[in-house]
């Protein structure tokens, strides 16, 4: 079989995108319907998807099956795709935009927030590439496969080892995948960004240090401070779709971190070292602080 062309637009692919309910997933959902895109949707958040669902039609586009489901459970995502397939046939594009967040350092994780990283944000992927992926490789047209990593998933953040080793796992992944799929037309693209202004950002949990904590507080707010709003990251993936770019980043900083990284491996190191001393710092104070209170309740929580 010859070397199928690539697909360089959305306009009139079978489009599946999970995490469809809210942020990145919601605003890629409404930018590809106007593009032209037939949606297949998804998220654990049956509410929030059907709203997704509402405001896609409203705008005059077409939704061809949604269906809240947790694609961490095999069985879901297999019996969705047969859904899929049988009325539908094959899809052209699949977008893996589902996913969750916990922070915490390793003395403090426990195994069932490593496992919920990798059930959810790399299992969950790997189960909707295993179902939907293949009879797009037979179908042989053009399509593309669009991975949401992280930030998290290019550099070593301070507290982020459950979540990083879930968002580098799927890098890796995406990365075999890039050359896998290139003979078969199939674009693979790896979504890297930072904060983005969407429910997770301000939900995620942090184990091991009370979040709620005003010093804590100060450094959330400054990662928050810089989220880009989820349309801008949708637009990203639909350009990355459009340039064939593998990595799409959805702001300069993160673009520029990782260039930083590969060119000044010591420096970035030295960085790294640093910015976990002064988290460690962080967490001790706020414990302190948390052990003082709980002995003498009355004693103000420092600003």
């Known amino acids: 079989m010859g070397r199928v062309d690539r697909r360089k637009s959305v306009q009139d692919a079978k489009t599946l995108i999970t995490g469809a309910a809210s942020g990145i997933g919601k605003a890629s959902a409404l930018a590809c319907a106007a593009r032209g895109a037939q949606l297949v949707l998804t998220d654990i958040d049956a509410e929030g998807l059907a709203a997704t669902v509402a405001e896609v039609e409203r705008g005059g586009g077409t939704v061809l099956l949604a269906r809240a489901l947790d694609i961490s459970d095999y069985d879901a995502v297999a019996e969705f795709a047969a859904a899929v397939h049988e009325g539908f046939g094959s899809l ?34 790997i189960n909707v590439i295993e179902r939907f992926v293949p009879p797009m490789v037979r179908a042989g047209r053009p399509g593309a496969l669009v991975n949401v990593s992280s930030a998290a998933g290019l550099l070593a953040l301070p507290w982020h080892a459950a979540y990083s080793a879930s968002k580098y796992g799927l890098r890796g992944l995406s990365e075999v995948l890039r050359f896998e799929l290139a003979e078969h037309g199939i674009s693979v693209h790896v979504v890297t960004p930072g904060a983005v202004a969407t429910p997770l950002v301000r939900t995620f949990d942090l184990v091991g240090v009370d979040k709620e904590h005003p010093r804590v507080q100060k450094v959330t707010s400054l990662f928050t401070r810089h989220a880009v709003a989820p349309e801008k990251v949708a637009a990203a993936i639909l350009k990355g779709i459009e340039r064939n770019r593998f990595l799409v980043y959805s702001s300069f900083d993160i673009r520029f971190g990782y260039w930083w990284k590969r060119k000044f491996a010591f420096p970035y190191e030295l960085l790294m070292r640093q910015a976990n001393q002064q988290f460690s710092t962080l967490k001790r104070s706020v414990n302190q602080d948390r052990a003082r209170t709980a002995a003498d309740p009355e004693t103000p929580q420092p600003q």
Request: hydrophobic letters at 45%.
């Open 92 to 125: 052209d594009v699949v977008m893996n935009v589902a996913g969750t967040s916990i922070w915490g350092t390793v003395d403090s994780l426990e195994i069932r927030h490593w496992q919920r990283m990798v059930d959810i944000n790399l299992m969950g992927p």
